[in-house]
């Protein structure tokens, strides 16, 4: 019973167009989500979060969307560049005082030239 | 960079030998974390740390022990390799329960 899903396994997209990452999620009591990036051979890199409280948060070229409702949050990367080729993946902390996240099955992304 | 550092890179070992990977953090953070990454499934928990001698299980736990005598090093051993266990094996350190989880390079076992 996976609690953070990632439905599409890879996305292509060009260059300078928005690239929409998407995750889905079970249990509404997560309260926190984040987004990581991973490039080969190396380990995955904090892109992004977003509070419960919020329904939007943005960092430059990067916009998380959150919608409580329908359990559902996207990854907005605008405008796209080829260097943002890469596996991302959304997250959920586990249970509480420890940590733990929760991981989708993540979603590659390429971006062509 | 943060100082997280994983050892092996990379490994190749039979089934049903024992293998050890290592996690050597120098940022004295508290939490430690194992994950598995594979094909289809993400990054899935494995065992996490909360302190010194202060461990639990993860969702794939099975086959798999922990080891943490001292803050920066955190061990993941496999009892038995089984083929089941090829795949690239990360470890994550964490300050506090803020989520700020910074990886380490991981390691590739594959297993024979």
């Known amino acids: 019973d996976q609690q953070v899903k990632q439905n599409s396994p890879s996305l292509s997209v060009q260059e300078g167009r928005i690239s929409i990452l998407n995750c889905d999620y079970t249990?509404?009591?997560?309260?926190?989500f984040l987004w990581y990036k991973k490039y080969p051979a190396e380990g995955p890199t904090f892109l992004i979060s977003?509070?419960?409280?919020?329904d939007k948060n943005e960092d430059g070229r990067f916009t998380v969307f959150l919608n409580k409702s329908a359990k559902h949050l996207s990854l907005h990367i605008v405008p796209s560049q080829p260097g943002d080729s890469a596996v991302y993946f959304c997250?959920?902390?586990?249970?509480?005082?420890?940590?733990?996240?929760?991981f989708g099955q993540g979603t590659t992304l390429q971006v062509k030239p | 960079d943060a100082g997280i550092t994983q050892s092996p890179r990379h490994k190749v070992t039979e089934t049903g030998t024992p293998v050890t990977l290592r996690c050597h953090q120098t940022?004295?953070?508290?939490?430690m974390y194992w994950y598995r990454q594979d094909p289809g499934h993400g990054l899935r928990l494995i065992h996490y740390?909360?302190?010194?001698?202060?461990?639990d299980k993860g969702e794939v736990s099975d086959g798999y022990s922990v080891s943490r005598s001292k803050t920066e090093d955190f061990l993941l051993t496999l009892e038995s390799a089984t083929s089941s266990q090829t795949s690239v094996y990360f470890c994550?350190?964490?300050?506090?329960?803020?989520?700020?989880?910074?990886f380490g390079s991981g390691t590739r076992l594959t297993v024979v």
């Open positions: 997250a959920a902390p586990g249970s509480s005082n420890t940590g733990k996240l929760i």
């Open positions: 249990n509404s009591m997560f309260d926190y």
């Open positions: 994550a350190i964490s300050a506090d329960r803020n989520y700020g989880y910074t």
């Open positions: 940022e004295n953070h508290r939490y």
């Open positions: 740390s909360y302190g010194v001698k202060d461990t």
């Open positions: 977003i509070s419960s409280i919020k």
